[in-house]
């Protein structure tokens, strides 16, 4: 283990403490939906959010397994174990060609959190995905990495990359917080590379014009995704993938990028969709399924750019 990998290690145990105390006297949660249920229903983006939210991890990461069993999706199940925790990602590989473009939702929450927006929605838009590519395979390599204990610092996205490398990887999109707002948001974007022109370029093809449809941020500080297990391997084009009202672009940026006056000002007001981030209130009912079925658009329109 390298000093970077401490730091993701660290910093993941001091979220899940945070969560832990601030979700210690939440109310008692949502009756969690039938799995059949969810099996046998639509596979829309907002309909699969319940595929996930309100189970515990070890049900959230069965049901995902159970889910592409069902239907009939080969997938490779990547077990891993430290002593940082264990888990279990699950990669499907569709497409053709030499190298992949990454497409990664996590199906972990944090403790105390029904877990909806994050990141139930974005385990949801990815299988709505797969549902649409059953039919119509995507033009190039897709390779969705449905990751475990990303909470933990990004730990099942490292053992991923610890183990298979990221020689065959062109670009990564992370994706977090897919369900409420209506703008689209690239981070981590900190120097332009070939991979962050395309996805540019796919959501303005789809009228999602810049600082209004669509944002593109530099580096942000505290708050990360899988993206930068990536990242850190060498993956130039690799970013954090989020949906959110533009009307609290410029409140989200004081937001994130100056997390320590953020972090008093938050006791009064966090803007959305940090309001429910990491808390009881992260349920289905505060999901905009508008917004889930935009961001599963974008990634289409990225797909046939990249």
């Known amino acids: 283990m390298g000093w970077r990998d401490v730091g993701f290690f660290l910093r993941g145990r001091l979220s899940r403490t945070i969560a832990r105390a601030v979700n210690r006297k939440a109310r008692p949660p949502a009756p969690v939906a039938p799995l059949d249920d969810v099996l046998r229903g639509p596979t829309t983006p907002l309909a699969l959010t319940r595929l996930l939210e309100g189970r515990d991890n070890a049900a959230r990461q069965a049901a995902v397994a159970r889910w592409l069993e069902a239907r009939g999706v080969p ?52 299988l709505s995905l797969l549902a649409r590519w059953a039919s119509r395979e995507p033009p190039s390599r897709v390779r969705l990495l449905f990751s475990a204990c990303e909470e933990i610092g990004y730990l099942g996205s490292r053992a991923w990359v610890r183990a298979h490398g990221v020689a065959d990887v062109r670009g990564v999109l992370s994706l977090e917080l897919p369900g409420v707002g209506d703008s689209l948001a690239v981070w981590d974007a900190v120097e332009p590379t070939p991979f962050l022109g395309a996805v540019r370029g796919a959501l303005e093809s789809l009228g999602l014009r ?36 533009a009307a609290e672009a410029d409140a989200l940026r004081q937001f994130v990028f100056h997390p320590i006056r953020s972090a008093v000002r938050a006791t009064v007001r966090r803007p959305p969709p940090f309001d429910t981030y990491h808390t009881a209130r992260d349920t289905g009912a505060t999901l905009d399924g508008a917004a889930l079925d935009r961001m599963a658009r974008a990634l289409e329109a990225v797909v046939e750019a990249a």
């Open 75 to 126: 997938f490779q199940r990547h077990g891993f174990r430290t002593f940082e925790g264990a888990g279990d990602n699950f990669v499907v590989d569709v497409g053709r060609g030499a190298r992949a473009l990454v497409l990664i939702a996590h199906h972990d929450a944090v403790p105390g959190s029904p877990g909806a927006n994050d990141n139930a929605a974005a385990v949801a838009i990815l």
């Open 210 to 245: 810049a600082d209004q449809g669509h944002h593109v941020v530099g580096h942000i500080p505290i708050f990360g995704s899988d993206h930068r297990a990536f990242a850190a391997a060498g993956v130039a084009g690799a970013y954090g993938f989020t949906t959110v009202p």
